[in-house]
């Protein structure tokens, strides 16, 4: 990201991305122009906290989508590939299968975010008709 216009003074910033350890820092423009690189790290391996072994079915799908071996899972959300938050389930009482209805969905590629304790990751998904 370019961000050009900025007063000759010093700045804090914060770089967040899902799944990743956010960063911040603090940058001096007074003498001239800078170029900030950051490598973000990520958050506590999804294996470590019972994420790795979900799964989704059917896939595609036109109706409900399954997520089985969810008892570690504290939010499914459904994003659109433009990253837009379509649906979201919080498992409030920690089952172990989730069932969320993907039928208002329009046939496409979407993403299921599974969110548990200090860990995140993604499982693509179809809907078909």
Same mark, same amino acid.
């Given at each position: 990201?370019?961000?050009?216009?900025l007063?000759?003074?010093?700045?804090?910033?914060?770089?967040?991305?899902?799944?990743?350890?956010?960063?911040k820092?603090?940058?001096?423009?007074?003498?001239?122009?800078?170029?900030?690189?950051?490598?973000?790290? !990520?958050?506590t391996?999804?294996?470590?906290?019972? =994420?790795? =072994?979900?799964?989704?079915?059917?896939?595609?799908? !036109?109706?409900?989508?399954?997520v089985?071996r969810a008892?570690?899972?504290?939010f499914? !959300?459904?994003? !659109?590939?433009?990253?837009?938050?379509?649906?979201?389930?919080?498992?409030?009482?920690? +089952?172990?299968?989730?069932?969320?209805?993907?039928?208002d969905?329009?046939?496409?590629?979407?993403?299921?975010?599974? +969110?548990?304790?200090?860990?995140?990751?993604?499982?693509?998904?179809?809907?078909?008709?």
């Open positions: 990201m370019e961000v050009q216009g007063e000759k003074k010093v700045y804090d910033y914060a770089v967040t991305g899902n799944g990743y350890e956010p960063i820092g603090r940058v001096d423009l007074r003498d001239g122009d800078r170029e900030v690189k950051v490598r973000m790290a !990520s958050l391996s999804v294996e470590s906290v019972g =994420l790795s =072994l979900e799964s989704a079915r059917p896939n595609p799908t !036109s109706l409900e989508l399954y089985e008892s570690a899972v504290r499914l !959300s459904v994003v !659109s590939l433009d990253e837009e938050v379509l649906l979201r389930h919080e498992n409030v009482r920690q +089952e172990a299968e989730v069932r969320l209805a993907v039928g969905l329009i046939e496409g590629v979407y993403t299921l975010a599974i +969110e548990g304790e200090g860990a995140s990751r993604g499982i693509p998904f179809a809907v078909r008709r």
